[in-house]
C-alpha cells in the first residue's frame, strides 16, 4: 500500500512541478501554486523546500534555497560524525 501511494506522491509530483504546460487540468495548476506557496513559506523559514528534499535524496546531500539566496553552496554533504550524547542527555525510558 504505501508503495503504490509512494508511485503515485512521485506521478502527481511529475505533474505539479510540469504546471506551466496548457495541457495540464485545472485542479492539478492549483495544486502546483500551492506547492510554490508552502515553498515560499519553507524559504523565509529558512527550511528545505520540496524541490530540495527532493535534490537531497537524489544527491544524498543536503540541499537548501535558503543557502543559495545567501550566497552559500546550495548542496552541502551530510555530516557523518555523530553528535556526542551523554547518559544524562538521553530522554527516560517510558
Known amino acids: 500500500m504505501i508503495l503504490i501511494v509512494t508511485r503515485l506522491f512521485k506521478i502527481l509530483l511529475v505533474i505539479v512541478s510540469v504546471a506551466g504546460c496548457a495541457a495540464i ?28 528534499l527532493i ?3 537524489l544527491s544524498n546531500r543536503i540541499c537548501n534555497t535558503s543557502n543559495w539566496l545567501k550566497g552559500k553552496d546550495y548542496c552541502i554533504e551530510k ?9 544524562e542527555e538521553l530522554p527516560p525510558l517510558p
Open 25 to 52: 487540468p485545472a485542479p492539478l495548476v492549483y495544486m502546483g501554486y500551492a506547492k510554490n506557496g508552502a515553498d515560499i513559506v519553507q524559504i523565509i523559514r529558512e527550511m528545505p523546500t520540496t524541490s530540495d
Open 55 to 57: 535534490m537531497s535524496e
Open 79 to 87: 555530516s557523518l560524525t555523530p553528535i556526542p550524547v551523554t547518559v
